[in-house]
């Protein structure tokens, strides 16, 4: 199980460093999501045994998460800019092909329950509002300088942390998405390289994140337990208008770059690499079921 959890954190810091579905989404597709969360509800509030378990669990998936994040990071700081259409198309392979694949795995919780559909239009709401009206978005990410750290700044930063950090271990919207939104992505990948690098200017900034994202989980666990135990139908509802949400952000991700530019458009799409991220997605899917049989 050692290798498997490896793989499955691994898979999980693939989604979580790039917008589109989060590190949850994968977990969901990889069938140990409810395993997650009962691990670190448990980390939070159970008992000796419990969270004895839960640390060897979240451990042998924070390995894989850990290199499968590393190695992302380095490889996106270098070409985010360059190629933004090319990986915003390969995010929106993943958004479009995971969300067939929840609706299939929680059809209990969708089918004749249609009155939720509510819940997905909140979500959808949620995403676009906050990405049309971010002052970042069109501005570009230039304006937030993260080696020049002021109050407002680290506190814009932590409470953007704890929302996104909230995301990730949702199945829905990434928080890497959320970070796209707020202007953050591009900042937090190449705060992260530099630091890699052993420049230390960008340690502050990425300390004032780290405990963001530490009070993000504290905060937001039992919640998103609770709903999924009490509310599962309207929770997939809202989780899917998220999905659907997210694909307005990616397009718009590229006026969030230090040198904004123009949308992605229909010209500026590309197939290829939209398949690519579906097709990563379905392996997943058929990684799951091989998962299974073990």
Same mark, same amino acid.
């Given at each position: ?15 979580? $460093? ?6 949850? +989404?994968?977990? %969901?597709?990889?069938?140990?999501? @409810? ?17 004895? @378990?839960?640390?060897? %669990? ?19 700081? $270098?070409?985010? @800019? ?22 299939? &795995? ?5 089918? =004749? ?19 049309? %009206?971010?002052?970042?978005?069109? =501005?570009?990410?230039?304006?937030? $300088?993260?080696?020049?750290?002021s109050l407002g700044l680290c506190i814009y930063i932590f409470i953007v942390a704890?929302?996104?950090? $909230? ?29 890699? +690098?052993? =420049? ?17 989980? %504290? ?15 309207? +929770? ?10 997210? *694909? ?6 590229? +006026?969030?770059?230090? *040198? ?9 799409f590309n197939l290829v690499f939209f398949i690519i991220g579906g097709g990563i ?10 998962? &299974?049989?073990?």
């Amino acid at each position: 199980m050692y290798i498997i959890n490896f793989i499955r954190g691994f898979c999980m810091a693939l989604a979580d $460093s790039v917008p589109g579905v989060s590190g949850g +989404t994968i977990a %969901f597709i990889l069938g140990f999501y @409810d395993k997650f969360i009962n691990s670190l509800n448990n980390l939070v509030s159970g008992n000796k045994k419990e969270r004895l @378990d839960s640390i060897k %669990f979240l451990l042998k998936l924070g390995l894989g998460w850990i290199v499968g994040f590393l190695l992302s990071v380095l490889f996106l700081a $270098s070409i985010f @800019d360059k190629e933004i259409y090319k990986i915003s198309s390969l995010f929106i392979g993943f958004i479009i092909f995971a969300i067939p694949i929840i609706l299939i &795995e929680e059809k209990e919780n969708i089918l =004749n329950k249609y009155q939720n559909i509510f819940f997905a239009i909140i979500g959808i709401g949620i995403v676009v509002l906050i990405t049309y %009206f971010n002052p970042v978005v069109g =501005n570009g990410a230039g304006n937030i $300088s993260l080696d020049r750290l002021s109050l407002g700044l680290c506190i814009y930063i932590f409470i953007v942390a704890m929302i996104a950090i $909230s995301a990730m271990v949702l199945p829905g919207i990434s928080g890497s998405t959320l970070l796209l939104i707020f202007g953050l992505y591009a900042p937090i990948i190449n705060s992260i390289k530099e630091v890699l +690098t052993f =420049n230390f200017d960008y340690l502050p900034v990425l300390i004032v994140f780290g405990l963001g994202v530490i009070a993000g989980i %504290f905060a937001t666990i039992k919640g998103v337990k609770y709903v999924l135990l009490n509310y599962r139908s309207q +929770t997939i509802y809202m989780i899917l208008g998220l999905m659907l949400g997210s *694909i307005y952000a990616v397009f718009m991700g590229p +006026t969030s770059l230090e *040198i904004p530019k123009s949308p992605m458009s229909i010209k500026t799409f590309n197939l290829v690499f939209f398949i690519i991220g579906g097709g990563i997605i379905v392996a997943l899917q058929k990684l799951k079921v091989y998962l &299974e049989k073990k």
